[in-house]
């Protein structure tokens, strides 16, 4: 049996969706100042973020059960070869940006990370028929990108601290373009919002037990404090788990362009949680970047494009 879905579109989006958009947004803002708390206090990167996958792979299942649909998650749908690759570049990509997070400012972070919609709406211009962009689309990329390079820029001058880090993230923004397009330009898009979640969680785990393995962290959970397994809770549970469902769930009902361009939220709210949670320092450099993300994120995603 097929499980493939066709589900109503929306033309616009609506209350329900811009409410549910800001409430991700912050999520998975505070997400990266979750990831800073975990490593600060016992959790080694890597290995943090596979124990994520596994608490998130138990909640999604869970969830499914609770529904009666859990044996929808094993039925055969003739997407598992796209699945495993999904789930390999998810694995790589939070491989990428909790090792980078690690070496930089959840700040900073947040920020280089979020470039992934720009490199989302390239992709999508090559790969992806009706996904052209115009001329202000480009001018947003354009925009974005030169605010994230005077963040960079600042920081060489103040003696590069953070700027590994920031190169790691920035692989990690890249990867999860890819995740993203692999799964818009494949049948994957036809698959329930759960098992498409279940297939990047499930892929991920051996990937990043593997990398933490071979970067020699330690698995011993002697000396954790309770505030990094709340840290973690938080991003199984919280983002890995049901943020996603809910985003999955609104890219099958609404017009991605129009989703996409609410996701310049999540570095306001990241840089703020930073800065309230961390005690970050909110320099000027940063709050130009953020807004030129936001205006860059604006320009791309102000309108649907016309093939």
């Given at each position: 049996m097929?499980?493939?879905?066709?589900?109503?579109?929306r033309?616009?989006?609506?209350?329900?969706?811009?409410?549910?958009?800001t409430?991700?947004?912050l999520?998975w803002?505070?997400q990266?100042?979750?990831?800073?708390?975990?490593?600060?206090?016992?959790l080694?990167?890597?290995?943090?973020?596979?124990?994520r996958?596994v608490?998130?792979?138990?909640?999604?299942?869970?969830?499914?059960?609770?529904?009666?649909e859990l044996?929808?998650?094993l039925?055969?749908?003739?997407?598992?070869?796209?699945?495993?690759?999904a789930?390999l570049?998810?694995g790589a990509?939070?491989?990428?940006m909790?090792?980078g997070?690690?070496?930089?400012?959840?700040?900073?972070?947040?920020?280089?990370?979020?470039?992934?919609?720009?490199?989302v709406?390239?992709?999508?211009?090559?790969?992806i028929?009706?996904e052209r962009?115009?001329?202000?689309?480009?001018?947003?990329?354009?925009?974005?990108?030169?605010a994230?390079?005077?963040?960079?820029?600042?920081?060489?001058?103040?003696?590069?601290?953070?700027?590994?880090?920031?190169?790691?993230?920035?692989?990690?923004a890249?990867?999860?373009?890819?995740?993203?397009?692999?799964?818009?330009?494949?049948?994957?898009?036809?698959?329930?919002?759960?098992?498409?979640?279940?297939y990047?969680?499930?892929?991920?785990v051996?990937?990043?037990f593997a990398?933490?393995a071979l970067?020699?962290?330690?698995?011993?959970?002697h000396?954790?404090?309770?505030v990094?397994?709340?840290a973690?809770?938080?991003?199984?549970a919280?983002?890995?788990?049901?943020?996603?469902?809910?985003?999955?769930?609104?890219?099958?009902?609404?017009?991605?362009?129009?989703?996409?361009?609410?996701?310049?939220?999540?570095p306001?709210f990241?840089?703020?949680?930073?800065?309230?949670?961390?005690?970050?320092a909110?320099?000027?450099?940063?709050?130009?970047a953020?807004?030129?993300?936001a205006?860059?994120?604006?320009?791309?995603n102000?309108?649907?494009?016309?093939?």
């Amino acid at each position: 049996m097929s499980t493939t879905v066709t589900l109503p579109r929306r033309t616009r989006i609506d209350l329900l969706a811009a409410t549910l958009l800001t409430l991700l947004c912050l999520a998975w803002g505070v997400q990266q100042v979750a990831i800073k708390v975990a490593i600060t206090h016992g959790l080694p990167p890597v290995f943090q973020a596979a124990l994520r996958s596994v608490i998130a792979v138990v909640c999604v299942c869970a969830w499914e059960a609770a529904r009666g649909e859990l044996r929808g998650l094993l039925r055969r749908d003739g997407a598992f070869r796209l699945g495993m690759l999904a789930g390999l570049l998810f694995g790589a990509e939070f491989v990428a940006m909790f090792a980078g997070l690690a070496r930089t400012s959840a700040e900073r972070g947040v920020i280089v990370l979020y470039t992934a919609p720009f490199f989302v709406a390239a992709g999508a211009h090559l790969l992806i028929a009706g996904e052209r962009m115009r001329a202000r689309q480009w001018l947003g990329l354009l925009l974005a990108f030169a605010a994230v390079a005077s963040v960079e820029a600042g920081a060489s001058r103040n003696g590069g601290g953070g700027i590994a880090g920031d190169a790691m993230v920035l692989a990690g923004a890249v990867l999860w373009a890819a995740t993203s397009l692999l799964v818009k330009g494949t049948r994957l898009a036809r698959l329930p919002a759960a098992k498409v979640v279940l297939y990047q969680l499930a892929g991920s785990v051996p990937v990043l037990f593997a990398c933490s393995a071979l970067a020699g962290e330690s698995w011993s959970l002697h000396g954790v404090a309770p505030v990094a397994w709340w840290a973690l809770l938080y991003q199984g549970a919280g983002v890995a788990g049901a943020s996603y469902l809910v985003w999955f769930w609104l890219m099958a009902r609404y017009p991605v362009s129009r989703i996409s361009a609410f996701t310049f939220l999540t570095p306001v709210f990241g840089v703020l949680a930073a800065a309230l949670l961390l005690g970050d320092a909110v320099t000027p450099a940063v709050v130009l970047a953020l807004v030129g993300v936001a205006v860059g994120l604006r320009l791309i995603n102000a309108r649907p494009v016309e093939g």
